[in-house]
C-alpha cells in the first residue's frame, strides 16, 4: 500500500516548485517536488496555476520523485488540469497550491499565503484553468477572440472603438455601433453564458491569482487558449454593449468577468470585499487573507494570515480594523441580520453567508464625518440620529424560482411586473402615500436612484430617469393593458425593480417616510444614521436599549446627508463626478440650472475658529483641513464633528450595538 508523500519543511523565503513529468494523457501522473528561494533577483522559471480545487470527495493518487509507494492525494480537477497540460516528451514546471503548499502545516500555510501575490507575480505565465471543453466552449473562445479582434481600447479611459482589419480595411457596419448588441448569434450568447458562469469565475483566490499575473495570463479550456489581454478586451466590449435581454442571466455573468479582469488598480477594502462578497472559498477565514495582497500594504489593517485563529476571531478582526485604522463605517452596511455563528456580533458582517441584498449605490447618508466611536470584544458604540420607526412592512415578491430559464425572458418580465403592480396597488389604496406626488421618489426609491444623470459627464450606460418615469408611470396606470413588447421596452426598470428588491420589504414609517430594507425588518425597529456611514442602518433595540444591526436600508430622503445637513440647495444634486487624471469617479455637487460644479457641499457653513482647507495636489477631488492652533490636518470635516453637529441644534445620540 502507498504511503502519503511527507514533505520536506520549507526555509523562510522558499517555496516548492513541482515538476510534472512527461507521459501520454492517459498515464498516470508523475511529479517531482524541489524548493527554490523566490525573490526578485532569484527567480526560479515556473509557471502558475490558476483553478479551482473542486470536491474533495473524488480524489486522484499521484506519483511524487519516482517512489511509487510515495503518492499524494488530488481533486479531479486538478487532476484532470495536469493531464492536459502535461507534455509528451518534455516536463513541464508548475507551481499548484493544493501541491506545492503542504496544506496539512498551519504554519507553512501562513507564511505560504502571505508569499502567493509574490508567487504569482514572478511567474513566466499564469495558466488559468477553466476546465476540458464542452459542446459549445470552442464557440464562447472563438467569440471571444472574435470581439477582441474587433476593437481598440483605450484602457485610460476605457473607450472601445471598432479597429480596421490587418489590410486596414474599416469593419463591417455591424461592429461600428457600439451602442448595440455585438453582432453574435443566440447560440453564441448562450455559449458565452455557459462559458463566463464556469466555476473558476466564481473563485475567490482568482481574483488575486490574476491582478498579480497582469498581461502574463493566459486561458486554457481543454486544448483551446486565449491571452488575457485578448479576454478582457472582449470582456469590455459585452460590457459596454447592449445585452440581448432574451437571455437570462448574461448581464450578471459578463459583469462579474468585467470586473475580474479590470482589477489593474489596487482597489480600496470596502470595494474588495464587495466585489468578492459572493466568489467561493473553501475555507472561510480565505474571505480575508484571499484579498489582502489585492490592498496596499498600507490599507491592509497590520492583519496577517493566521490559520489559528477561528472564523470569528478573523471576520471581527477586519471589522475592528477598518473602524479603527480607517474610521470608516462602510463594512458595517455590508451586515444582515440572520444565522451568525455564535460568538459574531451583528456588527460583523459575516463573510460566510453570500449577501442576499443588491448594494446600494453611492450613498451618502453621511460621509466625511470625525467618527466617535468605543468597543469592546462584543459590543460597538457609535454616535448618529435616530431618524425614523417602521409601523408597516409590506413584502416584495420578486423572486424567479417559478420561471424555467429557456431563454426566453418574457415570463420572467412578466412577473417581476406582477410583483411591481402588486406592490403599487397597496401603495395607492392602503398606505397614507400621495402616489401621484411620490412617483418620482418611489421610482428612484425601487432603482436606487442609480441614473445616467448622477454622474459628471452623465453616463449613457445606464439607464434614464425621464424614460424610466416615464415607464413607472405607465405600468402603474391600471386603465392601460400593458402589451409583452411594451415589457421588453421597460427592461431597463424592471431589472432594476427586481435586483434591488430581491430580499427586501417596503417600509413606512411613523414619521411619513418610506423606502426598503431588509426582509427581516419588523414594525417597531429603529432606522439610524450612524455618523460616516454611509446608508441609513435598520436597528432592533433589545431588552437593555442595546441595538442588534439588521442591515442597511434606502429611504431616499436620507440618502444625501439630510439627516444632519437639511435638503440640498434648489436645483442642486450630488453626483459622481469623472477625473481623467486619476480615472476615478469622487462625490461633487452639481447646480443644474448653471452648470458649477464643486466639491463642497453647498449647505455647509463656515469653518469653526483657526481651521482652514489646505492646499494639496488633489484638491479639485477632496478637501484637507487644518487646525492651525494644532497644526493639524484630516480629510475629516470638522464641521461634521459631533460638537458642531449640536451646535446647530442636531440631536445626536449614542447607540451600542451587540
Not at 33 to 45: F, Y
Not at 563 to 579: E, H, K, S
Request: with cysteine.
Amino acid at each position: 500500500m502507498a504511503d502519503t508523500y511527507a514533505y520536506t519543511p520549507l526555509a523562510e523565503h522558499e517555496v516548492r516548485i513541482l515538476t510534472l513529468l512527461p507521459g501520454a494523457f492517459e498515464d498516470k501522473i508523475r511529479i517531482k517536488l524541489h524548493s527554490e528561494l523566490l525573490n526578485e533577483s532569484q527567480r526560479p522559471a515556473f509557471q502558475a496555476l490558476s483553478y479551482t480545487w473542486g470536491s474533495a470527495s473524488l480524489v486522484h493518487d499521484i506519483v511524487v520523485d519516482g517512489d511509487p509507494d510515495q503518492t499524494l492525494p488530488i481533486t479531479e480537477n486538478l487532476h484532470t488540469a495536469l493531464r492536459y497540460l502535461r507534455e509528451n516528451a518534455v516536463p513541464r514546471v508548475l507551481w499548484a497550491d493544493a501541491v506545492c503548499i503542504n496544506q496539512k502545516d498551519v504554519e507553512e500555510r501562513n507564511q505560504q499565503v502571505k508569499s502567493m501575490a509574490k508567487i504569482y507575480s514572478l511567474a513566466e505565465k499564469v495558466i488559468v484553468w477553466l476546465g476540458p471543453e464542452s459542446h459549445d466552449s470552442q464557440l464562447a473562445m472563438g467569440a471571444l477572440a472574435l470581439l477582441s479582434s474587433k476593437i481598440r481600447v483605450d484602457w485610460a479611459h476605457l473607450n472601445v472603438t471598432p479597429a480596421a482589419d490587418v489590410h486596414g480595411i474599416e469593419p463591417e457596419p455591424d461592429w461600428l455601433d457600439q451602442e448595440s448588441s455585438a453582432p453574435l448569434s443566440n447560440d453564441t450568447y448562450f455559449a458565452l453564458l455557459t462559458f463566463l458562469n464556469r466555476p473558476w469565475f466564481g473563485r475567490l483566490w482568482i481574483w488575486q491569482e490574476v491582478f498579480m499575473a497582469a498581461d502574463r495570463a493566459e486561458i486554457v479550456c481543454g486544448r483551446a487558449t486565449l491571452s488575457w489581454q485578448a479576454f478582457r478586451m472582449a470582456v469590455l466590449s459585452l460590457f459596454k454593449r447592449r445585452k440581448p435581454q432574451q437571455i437570462r442571466g448574461l448581464y450578471p455573468a459578463i459583469s462579474r468577468a468585467w470586473q475580474i479582469s479590470n482589477l489593474y488598480d489596487r482597489p480600496s477594502l470596502k470595494v474588495i470585499m464587495r466585489r468578492t462578497k459572493n466568489a467561493c472559498c473553501s475555507d472561510q477565514r480565505d474571505r480575508i487573507f484571499g484579498v489582502l495582497q489585492l490592498l496596499e500594504e498600507q490599507n491592509r489593517c497590520g492583519i496577517q494570515p493566521d490559520y489559528s485563529k477561528s472564523v470569528v476571531e478573523v471576520f471581527r478582526e477586519l471589522m475592528v480594523a477598518s473602524v479603527f485604522e480607517y474610521w470608516d463605517l462602510t463594512l458595517l452596511t455590508c451586515c444582515e441580520l440572520g444565522e451568525n455563528p455564535p460568538g459574531l456580533p451583528s456588527w460583523v458582517p459575516n463573510w460566510s453567508r453570500p449577501r442576499r441584498c443588491s448594494e446600494i449605490w453611492m450613498p451618502r447618508a453621511c460621509w466625511n464625518a470625525s467618527l466617535e466611536v468605543r468597543s469592546d470584544e462584543t459590543i460597538l458604540t457609535l454616535s448618529g440620529r435616530r431618524i425614523a420607526t417602521i409601523t408597516r412592512v409590506d413584502q416584495i415578491l420578486t423572486e424567479r424560482s417559478t420561471v424555467l430559464d429557456t431563454g426566453d425572458r418574457l415570463p420572467e418580465l412578466r412577473e417581476t411586473y406582477r410583483s411591481l403592480r402588486d406592490l403599487l396597488m397597496i401603495i395607492k389604496d392602503q398606505l397614507p402615500i400621495n402616489f401621484d406626488r411620490s412617483a418620482e421618489k418611489l421610482a428612484r426609491t425601487f432603482c436606487l436612484n442609480h441614473f445616467r444623470d448622477r454622474y459628471e459627464p452623465i453616463n449613457t450606460n445606464h439607464i434614464d430617469f425621464q424614460e424610466t418615469i416615464t415607464q413607472f408611470l405607465t405600468l402603474s396606470d391600471d386603465s392601460i393593458q400593458i402589451s409583452d413588447s411594451y415589457l421588453v421596452d421597460c427592461v431597463g426598470l424592471l431589472d432594476a425593480f427586481f435586483s434591488n428588491t430581491v430580499g427586501r420589504a417596503f417600509i413606512t414609517t411613523e414619521e411619513g417616510y418610506f423606502g426598503i430594507a431588509p426582509e427581516q425588518c419588523r414594525i417597531g425597529d429603529s432606522i439610524a444614521v450612524l455618523l460616516n456611514c454611509q446608508s441609513p442602518v435598520l436597528l432592533r433595540a433589545n431588552d437593555t436599549s442595546q441595538y442588534t444591526v439588521v442591515g442597511e436600508c434606502y429611504i431616499h430622503d436620507f440618502m444625501d446627508g439630510e439627516a444632519f445637513l437639511g435638503l440640498l440647495p434648489r436645483n442642486w444634486q450630488r453626483v459622481a463626478r469623472y477625473d481623467e487624471a486619476t480615472q476615478i469617479s469622487r462625490d461633487a455637487f452639481i447646480d443644474r440650472e448653471n452648470g458649477l460644479c464643486q466639491t463642497e457641499d453647498p449647505r455647509l457653513g463656515p469653518l469653526p475658529e483657526n481651521w482652514v482647507v489646505e492646499d494639496h495636489p488633489m484638491q479639485h477631488l477632496w478637501a484637507r483641513y487644518r487646525d492651525l492652533t494644532r497644526d493639524f490636518a484630516s480629510i475629516y470635516d470638522p464641521r461634521m464633528r459631533v460638537s458642531s453637529l449640536r451646535d446647530i441644534g442636531v440631536s445626536i445620540e449614542d447607540f451600542e450595538l451587540v
